[in-house]
């Protein structure tokens, strides 16, 4: 029992106003520590051994080291920076291993971003600057793969929406639902999700946004990827910071943590097999998500317990499906504590540490109950699952699923056919800005069940796509542009 993992100390913060009212993502972060340490026992600064960071849309190599001089740290915390493509449940489940097997006491994992101050710059024509600090962290922690293939970033480039529509244009086969049917119906689920926004002092958001208001778009509603609009994105350009302190039994009994401010990891679940979309078997049940959801459901079955608390990951609408699918859940607003990404805020690579402290205050006023964070990394290339629970059940659990996945997810072939034919299994449609045009990416297959990334600026077809479906028809393209 010494050794079992627990949270004494959260701390949140965000900024709005102009560019003079805001501080760059280093400050931030430092300032959530420092509420995370007011929250628990100012002593527990002597026993953080480590500081674990979600890299973010910033520059500096190892702020772990710096918040550790800033804050008076005892120890010389190893600081570790987890890039882009590694999920961010990763880094609270390490910290946890580490804690119960005795290796470290205490850590610190804390996240942050200021895009919205680089956002006040350009509008104020003012210089925005960073903290320079140029020394290596301990470690980086990184994926061991590109999350997207070069033919798929020709066409959608880096940004993740267009991906995430091309999911949901599958689900919505999947589901047999006309796109009038599933436009609607994800609208009405981010209605709910703005509605829970609305009552969270923490959310960026501070207005209630109909289902009419998602669907219609409009010069502050802008079609980003059909069947997306910029209400059904997560909104980035936010300044917020996270902040969890994880440490022992023992240093918490040391310390005199209150037991209502005590909340416990039960089980975590990870799927990290990456394959890029257009080469998954299955784009919308990957096997290694069906494994890690099953790993938690099996564990509250065990334990005979119910689920009380939810925030499923909401960058898009098609995360919270696929993740209520796999939990056998119903689409709700209950399915988020927030207020989801579009609406509470949705920071590049932190979110879950922002999830995660509004679930572990909720518990707090609850001991009763149990929560349940999902997270994504890439276009729901890797997926995450957390318990947590107000009180201590049992010693907390872990699976990694990856090698599981691996046997039986195997990745398709892409086509080497420039002409043919080919069903198409997902598409959307962007605008491209540079030409002033639209234009269609198509997913699809080849006789030989091969895939190809294919497009079309043909705005007959364009326009027949945004009224009826495509996913399942059998079409005919050469040079990789519909026909």
Known sequence: MDNAPVVVGVGSIQQKGSFDDLDEALILMDKAVKIAVN????DITKYIDEIRIPKGYWKYRDPGSWIAIN???VKKPKTYITKIGVLQQNLINEAIKNIHNGSIEASLIVGGESRYKMVQAYRENREYKEIKLEQNPY?????????????EVDELTQMAVGYYAILES???FNKKLSLD???IAIAKLYEGFSEIAYSNIDAWSDKKFSAEEIINISEKNKQ????????????WNINQASAVIICNKKIADLLNIDESKRIYPLASSENNHMIPLIKRQKLINPTGMLLAAKFIKDKIDKLDKEINLFDLYSCFPVAVEMFADFLNLKLSKKLTITGGMSFAGGPLNHYVLTSTVKLIEKLRSDKSKIGLITGVSGVMTKQSFALWSGKFIEDFSFKDVTEDAKLNDKPKNLSPKDSGT??????????DKKYNEKKAVIYAEDENKDRLVLHSKNNMIISEMEKNEWVGKKVKFKNKSLL
């Open 39 to 42: 929250d628990s026992n100012k």
């Open 71 to 73: 804050n008076n740290f």
């Open 139 to 151: 470690s980086y922690v990184k994926a061991i793969s590109d999350l997207n293939l070069k033919e």
């Open 170 to 172: 599958a689900y919505r």
């Open 181 to 183: 049917e599933h436009n």
């Open 224 to 235: 980003q990827a059909y069947p997306y609009n910029k209400l059904h994105c997560t909104s």
């Open 422 to 431: 080919a069903k198409i299994i997902g598409y959307t449609i962007l605008n």
